[in-house]
């Protein structure tokens, strides 16, 4: 079982007959979301079962050999996280070892060829560290890059501020993907920063509350006002479930049939994926200036915007109307 058997079935792709990309995680974040259960060292990353109190080892070599037997096309270095308010020697620490630990990763990768490595930038909150590591990882000249170590708790004003100092830096010739970031005013204001790619759990977690994403912001389908609202969860929306089902019967189910779940996290994808479009055509036409004031006040029409979002957008030229 395990990355053995995704090695026989000769890879991921062809063990799920799945034609398009697939992006793997080194198991980094799994620093932070498992910290209590886990032990760093220089050699890697040591995890103990919360069931029987096994061990096993991570170093970035077991992660990079796991990553080409599953062989996505993108797959990610094994770097050292911490949360993103931690502060101090820590910090130092974390990134300095994941640019040493990237040096590992791409001595054992086997398959360069067919498999793209993506470095990540690190370094908390301080943006002497996060500007640092991202010029040695750039000396790498890897296919793209990765910022991480974000969105996980700091404060908005300190989020955008290092997405923008990690996007001045790296190459705008190769994709720079922004690792954990979902929310759609994040995708939007993120994107006129300079990054290109996003990873999140947020449309399907937030499905499971029986929560939708639409243009004009979340609605919260549990809630007793839609109990005998017959339209479409998004009447702009053409998934499967907005042309199926009326939000009165997603109500109806919301948080206590699984299907709930899995109708929501349909929908939330194909937003998803509406916005990326309509970001990537703006871009492509020359209006992406106009389409974030578009949607910015689709999503805020009293023109409340959040203080963030004015600065970080201000600071690449784009002001709100």
Known sequence: MGPGLLEEARGLHNFMNWKRNILTDSGGFQMVSLLNLAEITEEGVKFKSPYDGSECML???E????????????????DDVVSSTTTGDRVVEAMERTIRWLDRCIAAHKHPERQSLFPIVQGGLNAELRQRCAEELIKRNTPGF??????????????WKMVSISTEIL????????????????????????????????????ARFGTALLFTGQITLKHKKFAQDYSP???????????????????????????????LSIHNIAFQMRLMAKIRDSIKNGIFPEFVQEFMLGMYPTKNYPQWSLNALSSVGIQLI
């Open 233 to 263: 969860v998004d009447e702009t929306c053409h998934c499967s479930t907005c042309t199926t089902y009326s939000r009165a019967y997603i109500h109806s189910i919301a948080t206590q049939e699984t299907v709930a779940c899995h109708l």
């Open 63 to 78: 992660s990079i050999h796991i990553q080409n037997k599953i062989g996505a096309d993108i797959i990610m270095q094994l």
């Open 171 to 206: 190459p705008k010739g190769k994709p720079r993907y922004l690792m954990g970031v979902g929310f759609s005013e994040d995708l939007v204001v993120c994107s006129a920063l300079g990054c290109d790619m996003y990873d999140c759990v947020f449309p399907t977690r937030t």
């Open 59 to 61: 170093t970035p070599e």
């Open 146 to 159: 990765a910022i991480g170590g974000l969105s996980g708790g700091e404060a908005k004003e300190d989020f």
